[in-house]
Structures are given as C-alpha cells and as structure tokens.
C-alpha cells in the first residue's frame, strides 16, 4: 500500500523511501525550546499594583466569586508519528507526519459543556531539500495539491492542510532533524491556537465577564512565526481577556531579584494562596510584557511533590497603566480565586496530572483528542 | 425520523450485535424499560428496539475520583463545572422494517418512537382475531404515547395456543381483576360475534366461563357494575373498545349452607336476591351421584402404595356392604364398620387403610355437613355442580363460590369442576350439539392443586396436567393464577401460551423460573404498580410491560 509514501517517492526528485518501520511519538507533549517556560526567564520586576512581600490568600475572595470569571476554555495538541525516513541525494532525513486538533469549548452552565470551535488537520512535515532548486515557492503548494487528489485519500473524505519543511541548512544527526520536524508542527498548532482566539475576538464572544482560559502559556516565540502579522506583538489585543494556565513549569527558571531561585517559595505555598505577580519581558517576544504568578489549588499533602497542585498563570499586559505599573491586584486575586474555584472535580485516575489539571481544560483536550484520526488509521495512510 | 435522543455507540467492550445495541443519549431524557426506540440503519431500513437497561456515567475513573472532587470528601464543596455525564442504554433488537438484521453501525441516528412505529415494532399491527389485553405507555410529558394492545384470541383460548397464568403477590397484583378483565373482553368479543352470526363463517366458535371464587367476595358480584369507576378507567375502556357494563350471563354457585351454619361470605340477602332472579344455585353433593368423586378428598395425600385408591375402586364398584347405599350417613355407618378388626375378609386392602380413608372422609364430610346431602330439593334452586355444567351455555359465565370452605373441601369442589368439565367436553356427560366450544376455567391459588410439592398420583394435578396438555384441542382453557409462580408444576406452567408477570418479591425472582427474564425488567417485577403486568405472548416479539383499567364489576371494600 504505502500510498503517500510511494507519492512522495515520486513527486520529491532523486528521492528514495526507505520504508521504515512507522509509529507514533509519545503521545504526551513535551515543550520545545521554544514553548513554554524560556530559559532566559529572569523576574526582577512586581507585576501587579501592590507590593507584596509574601503569599496572599484567596479564601474569602474564593467565596465571593459565585459564578465563574471563564466561560471559554482553549486547547491545543498534537500528535506526531515518525512516518519513514528518506533519502535525498546523499543524506537521509525523517519525515514526520502530525495531527493537529486546536478546539474552544463554551461553559453555558454547570451542566452544560459544548464545543464551540476546532480546527483540526493533518500534516506531515518533510526537509527543505525536497524542493531540489531552492527557490520555486510554489512547490510545495503544488505537492499538498497533488497529494490531496490522490484517490484513495478522496474516498476516504481526508485531507493534509499542509505540508511543513524542516530547515536542513545544517548537518544534524537523525533524531535532531526529528525535532526540527516535531517543532514545525508545533509552530502549525499554535499558529491555529492564535487564529482561534482571533475568531473569538472577531465573534465578540470574549469579555470582561466571559473570559477565555488557554491551557498552557501564552509566552509564543516569534521565531517560528512565518506569517508576520501573527507575531504576538501585534495580535496582543487579542488577549485583553484571556488567561494562559500552565500545569508544568521549571520553578528553578523563576528569580524574584532577591534570592537566586523562587522554587523552594512556590513549593511551600498554602492551598488557595498565590504569589506575588512578577512582570515578565521575555527577550524572544518584542514588546510584550506578561504578568506572571503561581497558585495552589490542591493540598500538598494530598500530592505526590511539592509542585503538583500548583499552576502558572500569566496574563499578557496590554493597557499602557498595565505596561507600567502591572496589573491590577484586584484582578489578579479575582483571576486567581477564579482559578482555585475550578480545581473541582478532578481528573484522578484519568490523567496523571490530575493535580495541576483544571477540568474544563481537561474536557477540551479529551474533545481534541476524540476528533483524532486512530494512530494504526492515520500510519497506515503512508 | 420521530425526536431525536441520541446515537449508537459500537464500543470495543460493548459492540453492536444482531441481537442488541447501546445509544448514548442526554441524563435528562426520561426513558424506562419497555420503551421503544428506533435507529436508522442500512438501505434506508429501519431498526427497532425495545430498552432493556439504562445507565448513567461521568468520567469519574473511580468513586475516588468522586471523593476528591469533592475536597477530599468536604460535603460542602461547589463547583463551577458538573462532572460531564450522559446515560447509555441498551436495547434489544425486536425488528427491523426491511429484514435486516446486520449489526446497527456506531454514530446512526436514535430516536423515539410513534404509535405506528411502537405497533409495527412489538408485532402489535395487524394482530388477526384481536381481543383486547390491555395498554401501553410509553415515554414521558409531552412525547407520552398510550395505545391499546391486542392478543390474538388464537394464541391464548386455542386453536394455536392456549391457557394463561397470572403470578404476583396477593394484593398488590390483581390477579384476579386482570383475569376478569381478559374475560370481559373475550365475553363482549363472542357476543358482538353472536350479533354478527349472519356474517360470520365460523359459527360453531362459541365459548363459555367457569370462574372459582377463592377469596371473600369478589367474584360475587360480576354482573353488578361498578359505581365507582374513574373517568379515567372510563377513556381507556372506550380507547380498548370494551363496554363499561358489567359481565353478562353470569350464574352463581354457592355452597348450600345450613341454617346453623354458612358456607359463604355472600349477603344471604343478596343471595335470595339472586335466587329469586334465577341468577343463584346452592350446591351439594349427593351420595348417589358424587360417590366417584370421593377421590378429590385425597388430592393432597401421598398414596404411593395406592391403597386409598383400591378403596375409591372397591366403594365406585358398590362392591362389599357399599352396594345399595344411598346417602352419606349410611355410608360413613358401613365405613365404620370396615374399620373393625376382622370385619372383612379382603386381605388386599388391610384395616390400618380402611382407618385411614375413613379419617380422611369422615372429617371431610362431617365439617360440611350441608353440603353432603342426601338429595337436591330444584324449587329451592339446590343443583349438584356436574349438572349446572353440564347444561352451561355459550357466553355464560358459572361462578362457583369455594371462598369459605376449608382447604380441602376447596380441592374438592375444584376438582369436580374440572372433571365435571372434562368430561362434557369428552361427551361423556351430556350429547348436546350445543355445547360451548372452548369452555375458559379461572381458577386463583393454583399452587394449592397443581403444586410442584403435590402427591404425583393427586387426581387434581392429573386433571389439570390433562387440561394444560390436551385442553386446547377439546376446548378447555385454564387462565390460573398464583403468587409464586415457581411454585407451580412444570408442565401445568410450561403449556401455558401466554404469562403475565406481577408485582412479586426478590426471592422470587431469584428462581430459575426468572432466568430468562432480562435483569432490569426482573428488577422492574418488584416495582410493579397495581394494575401493571409483564405480559408474555407469543404473537409478541419482546415481553410488554401492560397497564389495565380497573374491574367493570362491583368492587366489595375488604373483599
């Protein structure tokens, strides 16, 4: 069979597929260099109106907060599977193929959980080389096209949304070309993130009463960003009510200006308290200032190590008092309560990180991962 | 496609099969056991199945995953988010409307039924000779469906099948209304047929009822109405299609009852009243006539080495001092004296038998007095029972009262019915041409003749192990009724056609009798309402859980 294969053999000039044996990649995400926490993460700075010295608890602003601040929920994820390797011209490089799932799901009431957006798509993402002059920009455009007429794919109702190349200027060894390719695809699905929370906005779905909660950080690099006018840096308007939550996150990467490290600080804080918020100027964003901050939701008595049961939120500050003084105290405790209010129920015994996982977060990604093609389906395409 | 309440879901654990499906639907959508859904399936067909189990589920992985959304077991703790959940429900398959019966495919459509679809689905359209059995309701508000089922009268008062049973608890059950109610219908049914004769092919179809009064009085008074019947009962009598009037025809039979002493919980008022109106008879047995019945006195004695039964011979045959006795007294006198040591000389049947056959007889005749008699006085409406059925008519009903008489006067008088019957319907009692073609026997507490327990030689149980197995083809239809059906002999319940299924309790239902019975619908038979029963038939393609008005016929409070 090997019917994508065989085209890619054909349609990539003086290729050669090795047929290899094809699987899936861990199916748990793990962070790029250029996702999630960046190494150069150095706080020096208070990120919101007041000072404050130590934990704030959020008890009693937990109480008052009847009805929840969140009423849209996005996540993204991908899944990616190392399809074959081949060989063009003298060198050999993987291609990897991905699904890509982005999807908002809508809180109506308590009972009442629907989806309200996905984008989803195959990809597959093969080397630069391929094009073998370099400079025809529509070649790869050319093979998505031919790709998608081939029958087979057309009974069966699929189709690649697009083909993404690795840079392979240098000599790598094989598993590095593997990340290259696996970040490609990561780029692709935050680029989908980023369109999703655009089409909220256009829609006018997302207020001060309805805010969005994005699982995950919203620290996008700019580096991977092919099309500009999807830099952070310009769409940032997007985000005026939107709140990235991360389950995972390096404490250690995390320096409040006074001691070298803030871990020992985040781990031994009380349930329902946060941290003081940090303003957060990553040097890979341009012009773009987040608010950063840690609450624990779970007892850590009840957890397994000192850092489950804690979440990273961040906010990206968008108002010029924002940018200079931080946000505003009152909302980052009413995030934060807003936050601890959604720790029930749990995902225990469905997902390890049950701890760190927020539910309605969870219910998305489960939607996400629902619209999956079968992993043994989806390789047996190639 | 009717309303639109969920989706096939083929899982790994839980596939799709010829013979059932599951459906995910909404946990606020009300549907029960018994329910009719239908899914579209291939080549435009349609599947239709009947609900078995409906379950509800969330993502909880564990009750522990419940205890700690909930703070690690705080009482107290809210939440912005319910835990998702939605009911699955499986469903048998009972049809399909192009004969496809291929596995339904995940993700078709489910939705509810309409009374066109319930009918076809349940085979309950075009049901041919159709006798009205009861109700159906199926979902909830405003998609409430009610329409009315029908038996086919050929599969449960013959030629194709025959006899029914009622179990369930005493009270709750109404048996004895349900049975009622079937034969008010089949009453109606036989005499608009009757007014139709001109039209009708089959002529000789006739039938006739034998009723046995157990308990207080309510079978006394069949053909008085009932006052106090609802609007309700009203409607869903005109949507059946049988008339609100009492039963028609309807003779009573009562013990004969001294002056000193009464043998039935009936007004003697309301007695004479009956007599007067031709409508009443006191039975009694007559020495002459009934001494071959002596034998019902020991329906419930083990007789293994059938010495009582070469006394019944030896007494039927006159033989020995019985030869010319004519009343009960002289009898029990010469029965006396065979229970002297050396007052005989047949060394067959020992003395200690003798003894024991006059204990039995003696006590049995001497606590009814009244009823042994030594003769029948006509102007005082006084008949012997074989004689009352011997002249029974089409249509009529024969109500024989047995309500106060003790246990084994009750078998006895049961058991001359039945023989009583059998044998007109063998010809042996009356060559009439116009006797009944299918004569109907209601009898309640079956367990106390046809009991798995009872002695293999009790001549009752034989009797009604003929009817059972050979009544169909002479006619003789048995509608029984008991509280535990696991009770009952195998083959008298294994040659019923039809069951119907009320309120009974857990142990019950742990019986093999139960197996077959799906484990939602066993559990359901311990809700059960008054006036609901799981009906069994074979014209059916699933069991139906039917509702029933309550009886045309005066009710006496406390029986």
New interface residues.
């Given amino acids: 069979m090997n019917k994508i294969l065989n085209f890619f053999e054909d349609k990539i000039p003086n290729c050669k597929c090795y047929k290899t044996y094809k699987f899936c990649f861990d199916t748990k995400e793990y962070p790029t260099s250029d996702y999630n926490d960046h190494k150069d993460f150095k706080v020096r700075k208070s990120g919101e109106t007041e000072k404050h010295d130590s934990y704030i608890s959020l008890e009693k602003r937990m109480k008052s907060e009847i009805?929840?601040l969140?009423r849209f929920f996005l996540d993204g994820s991908r899944r990616t599977y190392k399809v074959d390797d081949i060989a063009i011209g003298n060198r050999v490089f993987p291609i990897i193929a991905g699904q890509i799932g982005v999807g908002c799901c809508e809180?109506v009431d308590?009972?009442t959980?629907k989806p309200i957006k996905l984008e989803n798509g195959l990809v597959v993402s093969i080397p630069e080389c391929s094009d073998k002059d370099g400079s025809d920009k529509y070649f790869f455009n050319n093979l998505l096209m031919k790709l998608n007429e081939l029958s087979f794919l057309k009974q069966k109702n699929l189709e690649f949304k697009k083909i993404l190349t690795y840079r392979d200027s240098k000599t790598y060894e094989n598993d590095q070309y593997e990340n290259l390719a696996i970040a490609k695809i990561q780029d692709e699905m935050i680029q989908q993130e980023k369109e999703v929370v655009k089409s909220l906005v256009r829609e006018k779905l997302i207020n001060q009463d309805s805010y969005l909660l994005k699982d995950g950080s919203l620290e996008y690099s700019e580096k991977g960003v092919e099309d500009k006018s999807f830099r952070l840096s310009l769409i940032k308007s997007n985000y005026q009510h939107v709140v990235g939550v991360s389950k995972s996150f390096n404490p250690e990467l995390c320096d409040d200006g006074k001691t070298k490290s803030m871990a020992k600080k985040i781990a031994e804080l009380p349930l329902y308290s946060r941290t003081p918020a940090f303003l957060l100027e990553p040097n890979i964003i341009q012009d773009v200032k987040f608010c950063v901050w840690y609450v624990r939701i779970r007892?850590i008595k009840?957890t397994i190590s000192p850092f489950d049961g804690i979440v990273k939120i961040e906010k990206i500050l968008i108002k010029d008092n924002e940018m200079r003084n931080g946000l505003e105290s009152e909302d980052v405790d009413m995030i934060s309560a807003n936050i601890c209010?959604?720790?029930?129920?749990?995902?225990?015994?469905?997902d390890k990180r049950?701890a760190n996982h927020l539910?309605?977060v969870f219910?998305t990604e489960?939607y996400i991962k629902s619209k999956y093609l079968s992993d043994i389906y989806y390789l047996n395409l190639f | 496609m009717g309303k639109l309440i969920g989706k096939i879901a083929a899982v790994e654990k839980n596939p799709t099969t010829i013979d059932d499906f599951y459906f995910w639907t909404d946990k606020n959508i009300i549907l029960n056991p018994f329910d009719v859904v239908k899914v579209e399936h291939i080549s435009k067909s349609i599947t239709y199945g009947v609900i078995e189990e409906i379950s509800h589920i969330t993502?909880?992985?564990?009750f522990?995953?419940?205890f700690?959304?909930?703070?690690?077991g705080n009482v107290d703790?809210?939440?912005?988010?319910?835990?998702?959940g939605m009911n699955y429900v499986k469903a048998k398959v009972i049809a399909n409307s192009s004969n496809i019966y291929t596995p339904v495919h995940d993700g078709c459509k489910v939705s509810l039924a309409d009374k066109k679809d319930v009918e076809y689905a349940l085979g309950l359209s075009n049901i041919k000779n159709p006798l009205p059995c009861g109700f159906l309701e199926m979902y909830d508000g405003a998609d409430k469906i009610q329409l009315p089922v029908h038996f086919n009268s050929n599969f449960i008062i013959g030629p194709e099948g025959a006899h029914l049973n009622i179990s369930g608890i005493s009270g709750l059950a109404s048996k004895t209304s349900y049975a009622m109610f079937l034969i008010k219908a089949i009453q109606q049914t036989y005499l608009l047929k009757e007014k139709q004769k001109a039209k009708e092919r089959d002529t000789k179809d006739s039938v006739a009822f034998v009723v046995l009064n157990v308990k207080g009085r309510d079978l006394l008074a069949l053909d008085e109405k009932n006052d106090k019947l609802s609007d309700k009962d009203k409607k869903i009598y005109e949507m059946l299609n049988i008339s609100c009037n009492p039963l028609e025809n309807v003779k009573f039979l009562y013990p004969y009852s001294s002056k000193n002493e009464s043998n039935t919980y009936a007004d003697s008022e309301d007695i004479q009243e009956q007599i007067e109106m031709k409508k009443a008879f006191k039975y009694k047995y007559i020495y002459e006539n009934d001494k071959t019945k002596l034998e019902m006195m020991f329906s419930n004695i083990d007789d293994s080495s059938q010495t009582m039964e070469s006394i019944l011979t030896f007494i039927s045959n006159d033989q020995g001092k019985f030869n010319n006795i004519r009343y009960w007294n002289e009898f029990l006198e010469i029965l006396k004296e065979y229970c002297q040591k050396g007052a005989t000389s047949d060394k067959e049947i020992s003395v200690q038998s003798w003894r024991k056959f006059n204990r039995i007889v003696k006590t049995a005749i001497n606590s009814n007095k009244s009823i042994f008699a030594n003769r029948t006085d006509e102007n005082q409406s006084e008949i012997r029972i074989e004689d009352m059925i011997k002249e029974i008519k089409k249509n009529e009903i024969i109500v024989v009262d047995i309500a106060k008489l003790d246990e084994n006067m009750q078998a006895f008088v049961f058991g001359d019915v039945i023989q009583s019957i059998y044998q007109l319907k063998l010809g042996q009692l009356s060559m009439r041409e116009d006797i009944p073609q299918k004569i109907i026997v209601f009898i309640d507490e079956l367990n106390k003749y046809a009991s798995k327990d009872a002695p293999k030689d009790s001549p009752i149980l034989k009797s009604i192990i003929d009817i059972t197995e050979r009544g169909r083809s002479l006619g003789i239809i048995l509608f029984s009724a008991e509280q535990f059906k696991s009770a009952i002999h195998d083959r008298v319940k294994g040659n019923c056609s039809s069951h119907a299924y009320g309120r009974t309790n857990a142990i019950e239902i742990a019986k093999n009798d139960y197996k077959y019975i799906p484990h939602v619908y066993q559990g359901m038979m311990t809700r059960l309402k008054q006036g609901e029963y799981i009906v069994q038939n074979p014209i059916f393609s699933s069991l139906l859980n039917l509702k029933f008005p309550n009886p045309v016929y005066k009710q006496y409070k406390n029986g």
């Avoid at chain 1, 209010?341 to 469905?350: F, L, Q, T």
């Avoid at chain 2, 993502?59 to 564990?62: G, H, K």
């Avoid at chain 2, 700690?68 to 690690?72: E, K, L, P, T, V």
């Avoid at chain 2, 703790?77 to 998702?84: D, E, F, G, V």
């Fill in positions: 009805t929840s969140f809180r308590k009972d959980f007892d009840r209010n959604e720790r029930n129920p749990v995902a225990y015994g469905s049950w539910y309605p219910l489960s | 993502d909880a992985a564990s522990l995953s419940s700690i959304s909930n703070d690690f703790s809210i939440s912005y988010t319910n835990r998702i």
